[in-house]
């Protein structure tokens, strides 16, 4: 499981509203990344990062801000939830060496916006 | 920019029948190559993956997949599934270059088995 966790792992919220969600791990890995999957469309990139306050954007970042204050913890915040943010959300870290990672997953975080 | 497409939407098969799964990749540069799978309800899980040398990996649970590098091709292969192979299964790229290796999905192929 790479010591990935993410909170909450299920969540039903308002259209309008904000929502942060976690993602921690405990081995203290650099590159950390948020995704989200939809049917059809497989995972998409959201944001990831490079380390503490080193994010960047990816594919579908619109609606979608990240910050990262220690190397263990990678949140997602949906700063005005939409229907169209409903989705599972899945946190990955990287593992191995330059020219050579491969992601691990964390369980996901299934978001319903209504 | 990089794109992977796999060819099929949803598979069914019975036990014991030959699987394989396609996966197109489009990218100009030299890439690594990863399939994973999702059980129902649960996250993703590496089967397996190609960074260099032979073309033909073998993963866990009896998986194996071929890079054909003239194809941009990544195919899926078992030669005998199980129910238990009931999954989503999704092919991944990332450029051999990209710091921290952020990937590239498939759409996924869904792989139902009938007992």
């Known amino acids: 499981d790479a010591g990935i966790t993410q909170s909450p792992r299920h969540k039903v919220t308002e259209t309008g509203t904000p929502v942060t969600l976690r993602c921690h791990q405990t081995?203290?890995?650099?590159?950390m990344y948020w995704y989200r999957q939809d049917p059809g469309h497989g995972l998409r990139l959201i944001h990831y990062s490079y380390g503490v306050k080193d994010t960047d954007k990816g594919e579908v970042s619109d609606g979608y801000s990240v910050s990262r204050s220690k190397t263990e913890d990678f949140l997602l915040t949906l700063e005005s939830a939409t229907s169209s943010q409903t989705s599972v959300y899945f946190c990955?870290?990287?593992?191995?060496?330059?020219?050579?990672?491969?992601?691990?997953f964390g369980p996901g975080t299934r978001l319903t916006v209504t | 920019a990089q794109s992977v497409s796999q060819h099929n939407h949803h598979v069914i098969l019975s036990e014991a029948a030959s699987l394989e799964l396609g996966c197109n990749y489009s990218y100009g540069g030299t890439v690594n190559l990863f399939w994973y799978v999702q059980y129902p309800g649960q996250h993703l899980q590496l089967l397996l993956k190609y960074f260099s040398g032979d073309p033909l990996v073998k993963g866990i649970k009896g998986f194996e997949a071929e890079f054909i590098k003239s194809k941009f091709s990544f195919n899926l292969r078992k030669p005998s599934v199980q129910w238990s192979d009931t999954a989503e299964y999704f092919c991944?790229?990332?450029?051999?270059?990209?710091?921290?290796?952020?990937?590239?999905f498939g759409q996924g192929t869904e792989l139902s088995v009938k007992p």
């Open positions: 990955a870290i990287s593992v191995g060496l330059a020219g050579a990672y491969e992601q691990y």
């Open positions: 081995e203290n890995h650099r590159y």
């Open positions: 991944a790229v990332n450029a051999r270059n990209n710091q921290g290796g952020k990937l590239i």
